[in-house]
Each structure stands twice: as structure tokens, then as C-alpha cells.
């Protein structure tokens, strides 16, 4: 997939943003033994992922807001058609432990015709295993340039689902052969999702303001999306 100039432009920001994060994980692994130290040079590290990439965003696309995940705002314009919604680090608990199950995440999101929010794009990059997700509206959804698709395995299978509310799946998947896995990144839990390495993923809508944009990339895979009262379905 050739990539529009949107998703080209956060792909690049991601990449910039990204680029000593090897170096910075080394340093995490030696300091897990002081978990202040840890805290520490992990919010450090947070921070220059975010200013890079708010520079970044900012510098080609002066216009567009910028919405974080951790609350703040950057807001050029309040009638603004385009807003990118950005996880500096998704799965922060991980990261200051050394575990590399966590991203950098940004969806863009476009105010169309009828007033609504709509997501265009999404890029989600593990930065540890070199794996970059994206996807476009109608596009499809991809993975380093090959395109994925949702599992097919079925109910009669084995399906593997994540959660943070293991209870609540056990009641809806009871009879059925399943397994429950929580990576402490739901982005990452999404991208799985789309490249068929989980069959389910559900979510409390609380919890989830800032990731409906990321669904795309399973509406992409051709994966379905089921919003309840409490709870996020997305699955295969």
C-alpha cells in the first residue's frame, strides 16, 4: 500500500519520535532494580516521545488539533475539520518495567459532512519487533507493507481473546474452548486483533473514549465492532 500524505506525515513523526527508544529501553532494563529510578527516566522518556511528535505534527499540519492521551490538548482551531488523537506510549506500565508489549499510537480523525467524527487513518507501531499498523478508510488494514485480514477460526475452535475484565468474557464465551490474554496495551491488543493473532477483544467503554478512533484498523481487517452499554466488542 502506497501510503496518502496523511498517513505518510504521522508515520514519519512516529519514526522521528521513536528513533532513541532502543537506546532508552537499554537504560530501562538496567535500572529495574530502582523502580523510582525507572519511573523516572520512563516520564522522561514519555515526554520527548510527545514533544516530538506534537513538533512534528504540528510543523506539517499547522491547522490540525491535537488531542493526548494522558488529557491534554493542543487546540489550533476549534472548528477544526482534522484532529489527531495520540498515544505518545500506549502500555506505559510495561515500558518502565522493560516489557516491550507497548506503542506509539495516532489515529486521525476528520469532522465530515453531517458534523460527525469519522477516523481516516491509524498508524500503530511496536516499536520492539519492528511492527508498524496501519490502515486508511477503505483502504484495508496493514501490517510492515502486507496486508492482513481477521482469524477465521470460529466458536468451535480455540479462540484467544484479551481483556482486562476476565469475568464478564468468561460469562459470554461459557461451553466454549477459549484463553484469556491481557497485554496491558490495548492498541496493541487492536493490532493483534487485525493480523488474526486474537480472535476477540473486549473492552469497558469507560475506559475506551480515546481507542474508538484505532477501531478502524479491525473494521479494516474486516474484523466487526459491537459497542454496548458497558463494554467494547471488537472480534473476527
Do not use: W
Amino acid at each position: 500500500m502506497r501510503y496518502s500524505a496523511n498517513l505518510n506525515v504521522i508515520i514519519k513523526a512516529i519514526e522521528k519520535a521513536t528513533a532513541h527508544m532502543p537506546r532508552d529501553f537499554i537504560e530501562l532494563e538496567n535500572l529495574q532494580s530502582n523502580p523510582t529510578s525507572a519511573n523516572k527516566f520512563a516520564n522522561s522518556c514519555y515526554n520527548r516521545v510527545k514533544k516530538i511528535l506534537a513538533e512534528d505534527l504540528s510543523k506539517f499540519r499547522p491547522d490540525y488539533n491535537l488531542i493526548f492521551s494522558d488529557g491534554e490538548k493542543i487546540i489550533k482551531n476549534k472548528n477544526a475539520e482534522f484532529s489527531y488523537l495520540i498515544f505518545p506510549v500506549d502500555g506505559m506500565n510495561n515500558m518502565t518495567r522493560s516489557n516491550p508489549d507497548f506503542t506509539v499510537a495516532i489515529a486521525l480523525e476528520h469532522v465530515n459532512e453531517t458534523g460527525q467524527k469519522e477516523s481516516i487513518s491509524v498508524a500503530i507501531s511496536k516499536i520492539f519487533g519492528g511492527e508498524l499498523y496501519y490502515c486508511e478508510k477503505g483502504f484495508g488494514a496493514y501490517l510492515n507493507n502486507r496486508r492482513i485480514r481477521v482469524s477465521k477460526r470460529t466458536n468451535s475452535e480455540a479462540i484467544i481473546a484479551a481483556t482486562e475484565d476476565q469475568a464478564e468474557l468468561g460469562k459470554r464465551l461459557e461451553g466454549k474452548n477459549f484463553s484469556i490474554r491481557s497485554y496491558g496495551c490495548r492498541s496493541l491488543e487492536l493490532a493483534y486483533l487485525a493480523a488474526a493473532r486474537l480472535e476477540m477483544g473486549l473492552f469497558k467503554k469507560q475506559d475506551c473514549e480515546l481507542l474508538k478512533p484505532f477501531l478502524l484498523l479491525v473494521r479494516e481487517a474486516g474484523g466487526k465492532i459491537s459497542e454496548e452499554e458497558k463494554f467494547i466488542l471488537a472480534s473476527n
